[in-house]
């Protein structure tokens, strides 16, 4: 969830416009002011981001929370951090739940309520099932939210991402394109795994590097060798790949970008990894990466990819 959550963070900062849109509709007379971090040092009311905006000539402020699946038992830390953001704020504060994956759930929970005999207190929250926005992203209208497509289907087509090549080709501001681009490859990678998705965005891997989303991961890595190692191989390894002519080049222009991508998803979903392990995944061969991009589904802790490495990786593809 960290990755989607971190995607969906990304086109929050730098489109806030968009969410607005989402929420109250392009012809909306709700205006942004602002994007804002909540400085409460309090670990259970900390947020992320938080948009603060007018309307009627009121200031308030919209928390919004992205889910991939529905978890009742978060509703009240969402209620204690709006809560808690107006007392310390002295303005009104609203959570918005964006749930970004329909899967096979039947309800997303936006209340939740305590109950003492006769008495209850009963909380609502601000509820947006982003994939009946589809159409509208389609359109063109919410194209921000185009990387999230695929979440939108138990099966998705994987000519999904010609729509989202299409779309994300028509924004303007380069920064914003490759930012989104980043995004949307986080999410496919969920989807389809990293060897489909590597090879139909291979033109644009060489840009995310410079995007938001990989620069908010280096600066987490507490491995200053690792970012410079990283940042090396999508330079080197991608610019040797794109050297017409020079097939070697390319195999090992692919390599790295499939090695650096599978690290930027490792370091964010398992934490640091340990130099033993980051010295394993460097031997690995272009199609061992591919296995284990396939494997990173089932991948939930750096014990279970040390196993995979020292059996997973050693298995004949079919």
């Known amino acids: 969830m960290q990755d989607i959550d971190r995607a969906f963070k990304t086109v929050l900062t730098l489109k806030p416009d968009c969410v607005l849109d989402l929420l109250f509709g392009s012809q909306r007379q709700t205006k942004l002011k602002e994007v804002t971090d909540p400085q409460i040092n309090i670990p259970e009311l900390r947020a992320d981001k938080a948009l603060i905006v007018e309307d009627g000539g009121e200031t308030c402020y919209l928390l919004c929370e992205a889910m991939l699946q529905p978890d009742r038992s978060e509703l009240p830390t969402f209620a204690l951090k709006a809560l808690g ?22 309800a997303f929970p936006d209340s939740f309520e305590n109950r003492i005999g006769n008495l209850s207190n009963q909380f609502v929250l601000v509820k947006i099932l982003l994939w009946e926005h589809e159409a509208r992203i389609l359109s063109g209208e919410l194209k921000e939210f185009v990387p999230f497509l695929p979440l939108f289907y138990e099966q998705p087509d994987p000519a999904l991402m010609d729509v989202q090549q299409n779309l994300l080709s028509q924004i303007s501001d380069p920064k914003l394109q490759a930012d989104l681009i980043a995004a949307a490859i986080v999410v496919d990678i969920r989807a389809w795994g990293t060897q489909l998705v590597l090879a139909k965005f291979a033109k644009e891997v060489n840009m995310l590097k410079e995007t938001s989303i990989v620069q ?103």
């Open 85 to 106: 953001m107006q007392y310390m704020l002295g303005k009104p504060v609203l959570v918005v739940i964006v749930y970004l994956e329909k899967g096979k759930y039947t």
């Open 216 to 318: 908010d991961w280096l600066t987490q890595s507490q491995q200053e060798g690792w970012q410079k190692g990283l940042q090396e191989g999508l330079q080197e390894g991608l610019q040797e790949g794109q050297k017409e002519g020079q097939k070697e080049g390319q195999k090992k222009g692919q390599k790295e970008g499939k090695l650096s991508l599978l690290q930027i998803i490792l370091a964010q979903k398992l934490g640091t990894i340990s130099p033993d392990l980051s010295s394993k995944l460097h031997q690995l061969s272009s199609e061992q990466l591919d296995r284990l991009g396939v494997a990173l589904l089932n991948i939930n802790s750096q014990q279970e990819l040390q196993a995979w490495l020292s059996n997973g990786a050693a298995q004949e593809s079919h």
